[in-house]
């Protein structure tokens, strides 16, 4: 049963992140005149539609999704040559829109995922009524036979700071040191201040099949402070910044080759979002904002499939004033499309290894 819910939860929050950001483009789309043949919530075979002034809305078999036609579209899924494209004026086509214009109908999708991310953030902050304190990396209660009873640690002992060999890392909380030991897996050797002693440990990390994560083998303790409701602005967007930017060291972290064994794709989403849901509403809400700006802020990567990347082409043809061929972009985000489906593969045969 649990299973089903989360199934559920996963193709309703998914649904809902890219609908948004579609709509994001359509909006502004729409503002600046461009010309929007379908706008449709899931992917698929027809089953419902219904004529706007100039839209068709639809809904379609596959509840995952949503994408919205714009007539000018250079990315090769268009032939000039179908009927509602023949006798449509240019300058109802993006393509033919001031370059500052196509840029705004491309980032509003991620401006929408990064708006709804925000909401829920601060919907969750002032619902919760309350602030946990981020932890000090101080061990509050070993658990028996596991990474830090085997390299000796005790209660109380603060862990000043932390290398493989190559990297050091001091951490002020301890999501840092979580945070920091998931591109670090390998066993560190740890200063630990125990009172007035200050000494050195070698301690192995060890990986949860079951979240996919890596843990020193000890509970932390945290404080917990109750808040006005309406400081809920104030915290929601600490937490979302504090969420972005933690995603912005992770895509470092995979440019530079380190934690692609950590790689989810839909599969392993999927079975965090089925533990979300077990966990309460708070936990699922949490993850679907995590998700959202997630999407968001990798749309905004400089890949030409992506909205960042169609952004850095029309940036590109700004500075050299001239036009890039329509062929060559299409050959370019078809590569880079090509490159982001491997990379979709790798993720989901991440998922799968997991699950056995």
């Given at each position: 049963m649990n299973l089903i819910i989360g199934l559920?939860?996963?193709?309703?929050?998914?649904?809902?992140i890219i609908v948004i950001h579609e709509l994001g483009h359509?909006?502004?789309?729409?503002?600046?005149?461009?010309?929007?043949?379908?706008?449709?919530?899931?992917?698929?075979?027809?089953?419902?539609?219904?004529?706007?002034?100039?839209?068709?809305?639809?809904?379609?078999?596959?509840?995952?999704?949503?994408?919205?036609?714009?007539?000018?579209?250079?990315?090769?899924?268009q032939?000039?040559?179908?009927?509602?494209?023949?006798?449509?004026?240019?300058?109802?086509?993006?393509?033919?829109?001031?370059?500052?214009?196509?840029?705004?109908?491309?980032?509003?999708?991620?401006?929408?995922?990064?708006?709804?991310?925000?909401?829920?953030?601060?919907?969750?902050?002032?619902?919760?009524?309350?602030?946990?304190?981020?932890?000090?990396?101080?061990?509050?209660?070993?658990?028996?036979?596991?990474?830090?009873d085997q390299a000796g640690l005790q209660e109380g002992d603060h862990?000043?700071?932390?290398?493989?060999?190559?990297?050091?890392?001091?951490?002020?909380?301890?999501?840092?040191?979580?945070?920091?030991?998931?591109?670090?897996?390998?066993?560190?050797?740890a200063t630990v201040q125990r009172q007035d002693e200050v000494f050195e440990v070698s301690i192995q990390p060890e990986k949860d099949e079951e979240t996919n994560t890596y843990s020193l083998g000890y509970v932390v303790s945290a404080n917990a402070h109750y808040v006005p409701w309406y400081t809920g602005f104030y915290y929601g967007t600490m937490d979302m910044l504090e969420s972005g930017t933690s995603?912005?060291?992770?895509?470092?972290?995979?440019?530079?080759?380190?934690?692609?064994?950590?790689?989810?794709?839909?599969?392993?989403?999927?079975?965090?979002?089925?533990?979300?849901?077990?966990?309460?509403l708070d936990s699922y809400i949490s993850l679907f904002a995590m998700i959202s700006l997630n999407i968001g802020i990798f749309n905004l990567l400089p890949i030409p499939a992506m909205d960042g990347g169609r952004i850095l082409i029309l940036i590109l043809e700004k500075i050299f004033r001239r036009k890039i061929s329509t062929r060559v972009v299409e050959n370019v985000i078809m590569v880079s499309f090509i490159l982001l489906i491997g990379l979709f593969l790798f993720a989901t045969y991440n998922d799968i290894l997991r699950l056995f």
């Open positions: 559920i939860a996963f193709v309703f929050m998914l649904s809902v359509f909006l502004v789309a729409r503002h600046f005149g461009v010309y929007c043949k379908e706008f449709s919530i899931g992917m698929g075979p027809l089953l419902y539609e219904k004529q706007g002034k100039e839209t068709q809305f639809s809904i379609r078999a596959i509840p995952f999704g949503g994408f919205v036609m714009m007539a000018g579209e250079e990315d090769g899924s032939d000039e040559e179908e009927d509602w494209l023949k006798d449509l004026d240019e300058s109802r086509r993006l393509n033919f829109k001031p370059r500052w214009q196509q840029i705004c109908v491309m980032v509003a999708g991620v401006v929408m995922n990064i708006l709804l991310a925000w909401v829920l953030y601060i919907g969750l902050a002032m619902a919760q009524g309350y602030v946990v304190e981020d932890p000090l990396p101080v061990v509050y209660e070993i658990i028996p036979g596991q990474a830090a862990i000043l700071k932390v290398t493989d060999g190559l990297d050091v890392l001091e951490p002020e909380t301890q999501y840092d040191l979580l945070e920091w030991i998931q591109y670090h897996p390998e066993e560190l050797q995603i912005y060291r992770a895509l470092g972290h995979l440019i530079q080759g380190e934690g692609l064994q950590n790689l989810s794709g839909p599969v392993g989403i999927a079975q965090v979002t089925t533990q979300a849901t077990t966990q309460g």
